[in-house]
C-alpha cells in the first residue's frame, strides 16, 4: 500500500529507526563511552563494555548481592534490582524515549498503573471493546475499593464526556474489534478534566504508534506478544517521562513482589534485538493480505486500520507510524472460521498475537462482543507469497 513508503521516509518514522538502533546498541554506547575515558570508568548498570566483556547481557540469578556495612549501590536485593533487568530497562527506555520499568506480564504492568493511581471515590474511563481482562481487573478489584468504573466504545471517546474523570484508559486499535480513538484529542479533553492518560500500546508497539509523543502520561506494554515476538515469554512493561509515576510502577513492584524472572528478561532483550525486522515484515504482510482477504469472495469483511473501508483510517494515518498486524476477518459463521484457521497450514490456531508464526483464533470463543465468525488473524513473518497461497487455498475450500 502507498501508505507504507509515507510512513517509512516519514520524519517520525526515522526518528523512531534512529531509537531502535540506539537500543540495539546501547552496550556498543556504554563500550565506546568506557574506550573514550581510557576504561577507566566504572562500568554502567549493566557492568558491560570493557574490552574482554561479553556483549550480551549477563543472566543474573542470584537473589543477594554482595552487601558490606551500610547497604550502597544499585543492587541490594534482587526483588528490588537486578542486572539482566536493568539491561533490558536501558534498551526498552530508549526505544520509548522515557523511562521503562518491566513486569513478569502485560497484566502485571497494568496492575501498577491500575491499582496504584486510582483512588477511593475517583472515578476512571475504560474502554468496553478493549483486552477485557483489563475491565475484569477493574471489577474485581477496584469497584469494591470504591473507584467508579466507567466504560465507552473506543471508536465514542470523542464524544465521551470527561468530566470528573481521574484516569482515561486507552487502547488504539482496540483489542480484537481494531477500532481507533484519537488519541491526540483523547489527551486534549483529559488535560482540561484533570484525568491522567494511559495508553494500552501493545498492539502497534513503540515502532507503530508513540502515544507519549501524542500527549500521554504513561505507555502499558503486553511484550508477550510483538515485543519478544517469539511466543516463548510472558512480559510487560511501563513507560513514562514523569519522574512520580515511574517511581510509583517501582515501589509497586518492589512492594508486590510480582518481579520479572532474570531468564524471561533476557529473552525479551534478545526478542527486542530482533523488533524492527520482524515489525517491518508483519505490517507488510498485513497491508499486503487486507485487501487480498477481503475481495475473497468467502471473506464478509475485513477490518484494519490501514484500509480506506476502517471507518477511522485518516485517524489511525494521523497517529500510526504503522497499521500493525493484526487483521479481523469475519466469515459467514463459526464453522467456516473455524475450518479456515484449521486448515490453513501457515496458521497457528493460537490466542494472543504478535508472534513471528501467523496465528489467529475465533475471539467470541471468549465472548468477545464479536460475530461467531469473526477470526483475529494475526500476521506474522512467514514470506509473503507462501503465506498467502496457503490462506487462499484454506479459504478457496470452505
Ligand atoms: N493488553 C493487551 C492489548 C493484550 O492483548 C493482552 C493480552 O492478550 C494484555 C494486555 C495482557 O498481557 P499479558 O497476557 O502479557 O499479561
Request: with cysteine; net charge neutral.
Amino acid at each position: 500500500m502507498s501508505q507504507r513508503n509515507i510512513h517509512t521516509q516519514s520524519v517520525a518514522g526515522q526518528a523512531v529507526q534512529e531509537l531502535f538502533c540506539r537500543a540495539l546498541h546501547h552496550v556498543t554506547a556504554t563500550h565506546k563511552d568506557l574506550l573514550q575515558k581510557g576504561g577507566t570508568a566504572v562500568a554502567g548498570l549493566s557492568a558491560q563494555g570493557r574490552p574482554g566483556d561479553p556483549v550480551t547481557p549477563a543472566i543474573v540469578p542470584s537473589s543477594v548481592y554482595f552487601l558490606p556495612g551500610d547497604p550502597a549501590g544499585p543492587y541490594q536485593y534482587a526483588r528490588w534490582t537486578n542486572p539482566t533487568w536493568s539491561a533490558l530497562e536501558e534498551a526498552l527506555s530508549i526505544l520509548e524515549d522515557a523511562e521503562a520499568v518491566i513486569f513478569p506480564s502485560g497484566m502485571a504492568a497494568e496492575a501498577a498503573i491500575l491499582c496504584s493511581l486510582p483512588k477511593p471515590g475517583d472515578r476512571i474511563l475504560l474502554p468496553s471493546d478493549a483486552y477485557y481482562t483489563t475491565r475484569v481487573l477493574a471489577d474485581t478489584y477496584l469497584v469494591p475499593a470504591g473507584i467508579r468504573v466507567l466504560t465507552c466504545p473506543s471508536a465514542n471517546y470523542d464524544s465521551q464526556d470527561f468530566a470528573g474523570l481521574r484516569m482515561v484508559w486507552i487502547e488504539s486499535p482496540s483489542n480484537p474489534g481494531l477500532d481507533i480513538c484519537d488519541i491526540r484529542k483523547a489527551v486534549a479533553k483529559a488535560r482540561q478534566a484533570g484525568a491522567i492518560v494511559v495508553v494500552d500500546n501493545t498492539t502497534p508497539t513503540p515502532l507503530g504508534q508513540r502515544p507519549l509523543d501524542l500527549g500521554a502520561d504513561v505507555v502499558v506494554s503486553s511484550d508477550t506478544k510483538t515485543i519478544n515476538g517469539h511466543s516463548d515469554v510472558v512480559f510487560g512493561h511501563v513507560a513514562s517521562r514523569q519522574a512520580g509515576l515511574i517511581a510509583g510502577a517501582r515501589d509497586w513492584r518492589k512492594l508486590c513482589g510480582a518481579i520479572p524472572g532474570p531468564f524471561e528478561s533476557w529473552l525479551v532483550h534478545r526478542g527486542l534485538e530482533t523488533l524492527e525486522v520482524r515489525f517491518e515484515r508483519m505490517c507488510g504482510n498485513a497491508e499486503a493480505l487486507a485487501p487480498r482477504l477481503a475481495e475473497h469472495r468467502k471473506v464478509q469483511q475485513v477490518k484494519f486500520p490501514g484500509l480506506p473501508s476502517h471507518p477511522a483510517h485518516a485517524v489511525a494515518k494521523s497517529q500510526m507510524l504503522r497499521f500493525a498486524m493484526i487483521l479481523g476477518v469475519t466469515l459467514s459463521d463459526k464453522n467456516s472460521a473455524e475450518q479456515f484457521i484449521n486448515g490453513c497450514k501457515f496458521i497457528r490456531p493460537t490466542t494472543s498475537f504478535g508472534g513471528v508464526h501467523t496465528s489467529a483464533e475465533r475471539r467470541a470463543r471468549w465472548g468477545d462482543k464479536v460475530p461467531e465468525g469473526f477470526v483475529r488473524l494475526s500476521v506474522g513473518c512467514e514470506p509473503l507469497e507462501q503465506l498467502w497461497k496457503e490462506m487462499k487455498a484454506a479459504l478457496d475450500s470452505l
